[in-house]
């Protein structure tokens, strides 16, 4: 029996649960390493020790403190006044939104936290400008993406883990670099597209209508400046940093701890681990070594990273990027250095997989395109036929972002860096 053959079975059959049966994956995933580890001889041990406690801590850490700023309002009310700069230059408030998302999502929160904000804060906007929802969401999205990469984000954090785990070290900044090189590539050419420099507003947000931060805000600013700094200049491990501001925050009561635990993304944090149990088994039973080969069969040296990012996206559609896309294909990776030889760039490789992945996460289909079009709906009450319209506005939107950063990944724009 192929064992390695019968792991990848397996992980297709998780990924296709979670997509159809809308089941965490990440469960199902570590019930499933059970079964392939017991039938590879794997005893328990070993599965178990697929579970990453490290990855965990820090994106514990991380969400649990940004769950914190937003269950007080920090986040929306400095959102809005980042926003109101803008004026009566309504034309600048989707550059506006897109660098406040990249600026949020890259001090710490990631993409996921960041996208639902942006998703609820730029629709209610929309809504209140009388303004195309289809310029004003995807800049919010495609900015938490961008700064998601960060290595103090969980999305960058992913990324950079799973790549040391194959030996791929180094890659932090331009990992970094490069989604905010195409994810910003992208949004400039929606800008233009869409005519974002044509944006007139009946009602633009002023900036002496907004309420002042209020103590607890301003202590949390204070405590999520203090973990950057923390982590970038004294090089603490971010997790243990933001669950020692987090500590001290919920000491000095300037949110709801309750209420900041029930707003942490436990279902993310269980599928990405969960996920890692099952890629663990796949890898001590040689299947990753196998996708690589077959994959590797269809590149050279100018083709994989463009095939790379068009399969991540195309896998992005049906499941989740830091969750199953990135944890299937970045494994790979090495594999593919391997076969095709040393000119392969796996920094080059791992930016198409994480960037096309996230921008096929614009679709509706997908959580950060789902969230924007349900919020515009419950700001607006559109017709039924409105809301197909949008629809397929926004798949659209998400395919040409797709196809965009694979021609981008072709033109090795990954490599700059």
Do not use: C
Request: no cysteine.
């Amino acid at each position: 029996m192929n064992l390695g053959g019968l792991s990848l079975i397996f992980l297709l059959i998780a990924i296709a649960l979670g997509f159809f049966k809308k089941m965490n994956t990440g469960l199902v995933a570590i019930g499933l390493a059970l079964v392939i580890g017991r039938i590879g001889g794997i005893g328990d041990k070993a599965i178990v020790g697929g579970f990453s406690g490290k990855l965990f801590v820090m994106l514990l850490g991380v969400t649990y403190l940004f769950s914190m700023a937003q269950v007080n309002g920090t986040l929306e009310l400095f959102a809005r006044k980042v926003v109101a700069l803008a004026g009566k230059r309504t034309n600048l408030i989707p550059i506006v939104i897109y660098l406040l998302a990249t600026f949020l999502s890259a001090i710490g929160p990631g993409t996921i936290p960041v996208m639902a904000l942006m998703a609820v804060f730029t629709m209610a906007l929309a809504a209140e400008m009388k303004v195309s929802p289809l310029l004003l969401a995807p800049m919010g999205l495609l900015g938490a993406m961008a700064g998601g990469i960060s290595p103090i984000a969980p999305t960058g954090i992913i990324g950079i883990t799973l790549a040391a785990e194959q030996g791929i070290t180094g890659i932090a900044t331009p990992y970094f670099l490069n989604s905010l090189l195409g994810e910003t590539l992208f949004a400039a050419l929606l800008y233009i597209v869409l005519k974002g420099y044509k944006i007139k507003a009946e009602a633009p947000i002023k900036l002496n209508e907004l309420p002042k931060f209020n103590k607890d805000q301003v202590i949390t600013l204070i405590g999520i400046f203090a973990m950057v700094i923390t982590v970038m200049f004294f090089k603490v491990n971010v997790g243990l940093a933001a669950f020692f501001v987090a500590g001290v925050l919920s000491f000095l009561k300037v949110a709801k701890e309750k209420e900041a635990i029930a707003n942490v993304p436990w279902g993310t944090l269980l599928l990405v681990t969960g996920v890692g149990v099952l890629m663990n088994v796949v890898i001590k039973l040689d299947g990753i070594n196998m996708l690589s080969a077959f994959l590797a069969k269809f590149m050279n040296e100018k083709t994989a990273s463009p095939i790379m990012g068009l399969t991540a996206g195309i896998m992005s559609w049906f499941s989740s990027t830091s969750g199953v896309v990135m944890p299937t294909l970045i494994p790979t990776v090495k594999g593919i250095m391997e076969n095709l030889g040393s000119g392969i760039n796996p920094t080059d490789l791992i930016s198409a997989i994480t960037i096309t992945a996230h921008t096929a996460g614009l679709s509706p289909v997908s959580t950060g395109g789902a969230l924007a079009l349900a919020s515009y709906v419950a700001n607006t009450h559109v017709s039924e036929e409105e809301q197909q319209k949008l629809f397929v506005e926004f798949f659209a939107i998400a395919v040409g972002g797709v196809l965009f950063l694979t021609v981008m990944a072709g033109l090795g724009i990954y490599r700059i860096f």
